[in-house]
T-cell receptor, first 115, second 115 residues
């Protein structure tokens, strides 16, 4: 199974700044995803990170606010731009190795607090 | 849009006893996948069990089993011989069988295990 690491594990940021979260996988994967988990809530898919092309965003999420890079098959970044306290959440990346319906492996998450 | 409903925000079980967590979902699709994920305080999302909708047989993984009622759109998780390490948030999730890798999560059930 894929081993996923995220950096940073947590951060406290000021309103109006931006934070880039890194997701590294120990093997090449086709599908990488970014989720948000607001305090006490479930996970919501932000976008699918596509290698070599623009990310595919879900309804309610836009590229200007959450730019995503996917330079290769083992790495992706999510930037949370112009942050506000409402962006305080856990951000998780996940990967799917073997095709649709297979297990998605999740990273340990990045806990973001915006003051 | 597909929705996943977990009607029990919190549950508790005595160690070594059995507990059942409920999940219902709404979809017009006939081909899909269902999952139960566990999220302990460490935040790491861990797949507990998965079920393909086309399979009539209920999935089982050691102490974890599901009761999949396709017509009723119900997917409950039974944990037998509960252990202290089972204490976590449990999320039910749905994935469409074709055209999407998106996981739609329920709001979660917090399970406490009483020694």
């Amino acid at each position: 199974s894929a081993v996923i690491s995220q950096k940073p594990s947590r951060d406290i940021c000021q309103r109006g700044t931006s934070l880039t979260i890194q997701c590294q996988v120990d093997s090449q994967v086709t599908m990488m995803f970014w989720y948000r988990q607001q305090p006490g809530q479930s996970l919501t898919l932000i976008a699918t990170a596509n290698q070599g092309s623009e990310a595919t965003y879900e309804s309610g999420f836009v590229i200007d606010k959450f730019p995503i890079s996917r330079p290769n098959l083992t790495f992706s970044t999510l930037t949370v731009s112009n942050m506000s306290p409402e962006d305080s959440s856990i951000y998780l990346c996940s990967v799917e190795e073997a095709g649709r319906g297979s297990e998605q492996f999740f990273g340990p998450g990045t806990r973001l607090t915006v003051l | 849009a597909q929705t996943v409903t977990q009607s029990q925000p919190e549950m508790s079980v005595q160690e070594a006893e059995t507990v059942t967590l409920s999940c219902t979902y709404d979809t017009s699709e006939s081909d899909y996948y269902l999952f139960w994920y566990k999220q302990p305080p460490s935040r790491q999302m861990i797949l507990v069990i998965r079920q393909e909708a086309y399979k009539q047989q209920n999935a089982t993984e050691n102490r974890f089993s599901v009761n999949f009622q396709k017509a009723a759109k119900s997917f409950s998780l039974k944990i037998s011989d509960s252990q202290l390490g089972d204490a976590a948030m449990y999320f039910c999730a749905y994935m469409e069988g074709a055209g999407s890798y998106q996981l739609t999560f329920g709001k979660g059930t917090k399970l406490s295990v009483i020694p």
